[in-house]
Structure formats: C-alpha cells, structure tokens
C-alpha cells in the first residue's frame, strides 16, 4: 500500500495562479495554473456526478494534441480513475478492439473524429461519449462539463499511489494489442528522472509535438514541466515551419523540446534552416535510431541532440545522454536515468561483459506493474527476478552508457511509431488471394523506416502489388502499410518450416 497522491497542479495553483501553465498552440488560448486547476476540480465532480466514474474505471480519450488533454488526465488522477489515450491513427477496427479489451465508462474525443468515435462506442459498448470543439463552433459538451459549478465541500477520496493511472495500448510481437498499465508511482518515478537529468524546473517552457497517446509525449517534457511549475505550448501535429519557428522564438524561448529523428531532418531540410537564429535548449531525440549526421549537422547549429531510450512498459525516458557527451558517445542512448536500472543478459541469463551483446532489461519503479487484464503476457515480459524483457538487443560500456545494436528481432520503427510484421502479415492473410505472407522492417529516406512486404499469392489467385496495399490500407493505420509489395514465388524457410527474415532483409539491402 502507497500513499496518497498529490496534485502538483493544485499545488502550483495555490502558489502561482496566474503563472501560465498551458498553452493550446492550435485554438490560441492560454490557461493558467490556477484556472487549470478549478478546471480539473469542476471535470473531475461533473465524470463522477454525471457518469459515475469512480476509482479504476477507465476514461478514453480520441483527440489530436489539445491542452485540454491533461485536464482530462488530472481529472482522472483526482478520482482514481484510468486515463486511456486512444491513437486517433488506428482505423475505426482497432480502435474498436482496443476499447473492448478496455471497457471504458466514458469516451472523451474531439468533435473533428465524431463518425469514428460513435463506430467505436458503438462496437466497444461504450456507456457514454463526451465530445470536445476541434474548431470553434464545433459541437462541444466538454466545456459544460469542465466549466461546471463545483458542488459545494466536494472532495474525492484519496487515490494511492500504486493504482493504475494510465493504460497506453502498444501492439505485441503476436499482433494483438495489450494495455501497459502505469501507476501513479511509477509515472511520478519517470518523471523525477526526466526532470533531474534534463534540467526541468519552473522557468521551463516546452514545445510538445509528439502524440499524446505516448508515453513520449506525455513525459518528454510535458508532464515534468507541469511537475515543476513551468509552461508547456501544445502543438495539435508537428508542423515543420512552425516548430523551427518557434525554437528561435526569443521573447519566449523554448527550453526543451523532443522529437523522433524524422522531426529534425525535416526541419534541417527547410530552406530557411540554414539561417534560422538557433539557440541552445534540450533538444532530446529518440524512438528510432539516430543518424550520426543528424547529430552533428544540429550541433553545427549549437544545438546538442540528447539521444534518449525509452520503452512504454517503463516510461519515456530510460535513459539519456549526459550533457556534453553527445559527440564524444556516437551510438550511445546514455547512462540510466534516477530510478531506473538497466543490465545487459546473455539468453541463458549471464550476465554480459563490458562490449558484450544481450538482451537490455530493466527494473526500477517507473516499470509497469503488467498490462491489462493479460497475466500471461505480464508473466512472459518479466524475467524470474523480477526485470522487464525489452527484447532489444544492447550493450554496455565500461563507464555505463547504453548501446542499443538492435531493435526488437522484427518490430520495425516508421515514423516514430513501432509497427510489428505480424500485424501487418495477419491483415495481409486475410486476403483470400494470400497465401503466405511475411514483412520486414527497411531503410527509408523520410520514415527511417518502412515495411517491405513479401507475398506468394494462393496457386490459381491473381492479384496486384496496389491491390494489396490498398487491402492493407482498409484494414491498417497508414504507418502500418508497407510502401513494397513484392510478389514471390516461394518464402525461405528453416528446417522445422519456419519463415526466415533475414534472407529477406538482405535481398532488400541488395535491390536498394
């Protein structure tokens, strides 16, 4: 049994009400601490007055970036309730799927994805949907909600610290979704490492481009800098222009930002980059591998690129790279950050020499208790002493900093988003002119990476590469689509039948 929780918003409320805490980049609007705070009070009384929700009962959220996004998970925090972003860029299907295994009492979303929310709600038996304005004169029944009246003495029973705060849904190496539970404590434990090794304090100001339905872009650096008592800008999607734009801003600069590989290369592509007035901030760079070049063209700039690791099961930040040694550690994501331990295992569970590869696995309280409602997947995820399997393949220097040599052996990262082959083989299978199929995970010049999908059609079937992909598109959020599709006559395999990928890598190293 923990403690109770605390809320740092009402905290900062009291202190700084006018302090600003939130600012909606899309809508133009800015909210400060103390009315983000009575905002969050009034949500919270109107989810447990109107719609029952209580401790442990799941609040879905559907939305783009919006600031109203974090009243809606304090509001849930405040009642003991679950937050459960949604990823707004799953079809209508896998939302549905998520959202049964889920069993939300309540869907918030935004009034611009209305025909896919009322599919969901439908398909999943979803008791109740809120809708928020994505522009102004949209219909809107959260503001009633979030500007309501709050009863007079009410106050919600204490939450510890050990309840689930969030389930974010990540698909499996099997295809299937599973939940990733976090708790209060654990979400507090990653981001005092973030705060601590990144500098956050409440002179921070941060850009948050990166989707809320991550765990990056929750806690890199959003959560942390409201922690603290800084002011963190909201961007609705990344935008290019605009957030070059606003890290050379000066009369409000931007202390710390985050962004996936792609971000920055697009752009250091812009034609007005070369002369933008950069600055030095905390420009931390993760969630797929990190070119060297792109590395050293920002620091050219005076900009430091802090290469991170993090994986949803342990929050957004495992580790990250020391400030100064960028350039000296190419290829390291860092040292472990406060509260979170890291080893390197052999596959029989020796523990692996300096420079030697293993599996990285992790421990600390910023680990997820297990997902949701799958305790067979929980169990397989952890080792017999109690670390989590991140499947990635890794070593350690003599001084600690962590070397990732590969990804999971077929997960693939596009875009900043993990896609997983067998989802994509399992929605290619369905094709009645499929007969065999298998994807693999390949360079791309704008994505890093994208999927390449091999198939041998049923004997007799007739179909196209386009055809395919358009079968996938139907069926698949658009970053899980592979860009190739090329037709084979036969998939190579070991001695016990098993498909091997490798060949199939390299025949897509060979043809680029």
């Known amino acids: 049994m923990g403690q109770p929780i605390v809320s740092w918003v009402a905290h900062h409320a009291a202190r700084s009400p006018d302090k600003v805490a939130l600012v909606d980049l899309h809508r133009g609007r800015e909210l400060a601490y103390g009315e983000l705070a009575r905002r969050i009070r009034a949500l919270a009384a109107s989810l447990a007055e109107r719609y029952g929700v209580g401790p442990g009962d799941r609040v879905a959220l559907l939305s783009r970036n919006d600031a109203r996004s974090f009243e809606v998970l304090y509001a849930c925090a405040l009642l003991g309730a679950i937050t459960v972003p949604l990823n707004w860029r799953l079809t209508g299907a896998e939302l549905t799927a998520v959202s049964r295994d889920a069993e939300p ?6 009034s611009w994805i209305a025909t896919v929310a009322a599919e969901v709600a439908r398909g999943a038996g979803v008791g109740a949907t809120i809708v928020w304005a994505s522009e102004d ?115 409000a600069p931007v202390s710390h930002f985050c962004g996936v590989p792609a971000n920055y290369q697009f752009m250091e592509q812009l034609p007005e980059f070369g002369d933008a007035p950069l600055r030095a901030f905390v420009a931390a760079v993760g969630g797929s591998p990190v070119p060297a070049a792109l590395v050293e063209s920002w620091a050219r700039r005076g900009v430091a690129l802090t290469t991170v690791y993090g994986i ?21 994501v860092g040292l472990p950050l406060l509260y979170s331990r890291c080893r390197i295992r052999t596959m029989d569970g020796r523990p692996c020499e300096p420079g030697e590869n293993g599996e990285l696995q992790l421990a600390g309280p910023l680990v997820t208790p297990g997902y949701w409602r799958n305790p067979a997947a929980t169990a397989t995820a952890f080792t017999s002493d109690g670390w989590l399997h991140t499947g990635d393949v890794a ?64 004997r007799g079937a007739g179909a196209t590469s386009e055809e395919l992909r358009a079968w996938c598109r139907s069926r698949l959020a658009a970053y899980k689509v592979p860009v190739r599709v090329e037709l084979v006559g036969e998939l190579p395999r070991n001695a016990t039948g098993k498909i091997l990928k490798d060949p199939l890598r390299e025949s897509v190293r060979n043809s680029a």
């Open 312 to 332: 949803t099961e342990a929050g957004a930040c495992v580790t990250a790279m020391p400030p100064g040694q960028e350039l000296a550690h190419t290829g390291s």
């Open 137 to 251: 004169g949209d219909p809107d029944t959260y503001e009633e909600l979030a500007s309501a009246s709050i009863p007079a003495g009410w106050t919600p029973a204490d939450v510890d610290e050990d309840s689930v705060w969030t389930i974010i849904y990540t698909s499996g190496t099997t295809g299937l979704p599973k939940g990733v539970q976090a708790t209060h404590r654990g979400m507090v434990s990653s981001m005092l490492g973030i705060l601590v090794a990144h500098g956050v304090s409440c002179d921070s100001r941060c850009l948050t481009v990166l989707p809320l339905f991550h765990v990056a872009g929750l806690n890199l650096f959003a959560n942390p800098v409201l922690y603290a008592g800084g002011t963190v800008m909201v961007a609705r999607t990344f935008d290019a222009a605009q957030t070059l734009t606003l890290l050379t801003e000066a009369s």
């Open 395 to 458: 070593t350690m220097t003599s001084d600690g900093h962590v070397l990732l040599v590969d990804r999971s052996k077929d997960m693939y990262i596009s875009g900043g988003e993990n896609v997983y082959p067998a989802e994509v083989e399992n929605a290619l299978h369905a094709h009645p002119a499929v007969s065999q199929a298998a994807v693999v995970g390949a360079p791309h010049p704008r994505w890093g990476e994208a999927g390449i999908a091999f198939v041998v059609l049923a």
């Open 105 to 110: 009492a309540v869907m918030v979303h935004e």
